[in-house]
């Protein structure tokens, strides 16, 4: 099966400086990579996603880049403000199958 | 975009009774629903893969007759946590896939369980 393995477990930024997290993944057939932001008791929510037929892809200050080649991808986020504090994860998904989630990246912005 | 409610949001409940956790998707339907078991600053475990009408299909280690799943309509899985202990305490959470939004899954609020 699936192997999902996320770096750093835990960062910590200074505001306005940029983070970055980054997955790999073992199966080449997983063609769908979304990324999710869960606050402290909440539920995780879908910030940006990412398809196996695109290399990058941005939404104002997050971005999420693919590299199929070396099955690893990566969530930027630019200008990081205290509100950005949370723990994200990775996932990888296979047509059919289910998703594998990484094991989360407790992110602190510092004001 | 699509929502998928679940209750009850926290449940105490005394040990060797049980408790049933129901996830509704609100404005879609969702052949597959998933329930998954978050410890504390820890990632999603997956427990089982609920599909409409069928039956579930859980992982390994996960005991099927402990943690009851039916999933008995496109908009309602309910997971029941039978004989409940202390160990069983935990934030549970579905998610449900929208098959058209892409491979969009939703997740539900989660459930704080605590067996005392």
């Known amino acids: 099966g699936e192997n999902v393995e996320q770096h750093p477990s835990t960062l910590s930024v200074q505001e306005g400086d940029s983070a970055v997290i980054k997955c790999t993944y073992s199966?080449?057939?997983?063609?769908?990579f979304p990324w999710y932001k869960q606050e402290l008791g909440k539920r995780p929510q879908l910030i940006i996603d990412i398809r196996s037929n695109v290399g990058e892809k941005k939404d104002q200050r997050i971005a999420v880049t693919l590299n199929k080649t070396a099955k690893h991808f990566s969530l930027h986020i630019t200008e990081t403000q205290p509100e950005d504090s949370a723990v994200y994860f990775c996932?990888?998904?296979?047509?059919?199958?289910?998703?594998?989630f990484g094991t989360g990246t407790s992110l602190t912005v510092i004001p | 975009g699509a929502v998928v409610s679940q209750h009850p949001s926290r449940v105490i409940c005394k040990s060797g009774t049980s408790v049933k956790i129901e996830c509704r998707s609100l404005?879609?339907?969702?052949?597959?629903m998933f329930w998954y078991r978050q410890f504390p600053k820890k990632s999603l475990m997956l427990m089982a893969t609920s599909n409409e009408g069928s039956k579930a299909t859980y992982e390994q280690g996960v005991e099927k007759d402990k943690f009851l799943i039916n999933h008995a309509s496109l908009t309602l899985s309910t997971l029941t946590v039978t004989s409940a202990h202390p160990e069983d305490s935990s934030f549970y959470i579905c998610s449900a896939r929208d098959r058209t939004i892409g491979q969009g899954t939703f997740f539900g609020q989660g459930t704080r369980l605590t067996v005392v």
């Open positions: 996932a990888a998904w296979q047509t059919g199958n289910q998703f594998y």
């Open positions: 199966d080449s057939a997983s063609n769908y």
């Open positions: 404005d879609f339907q969702a052949t597959t």
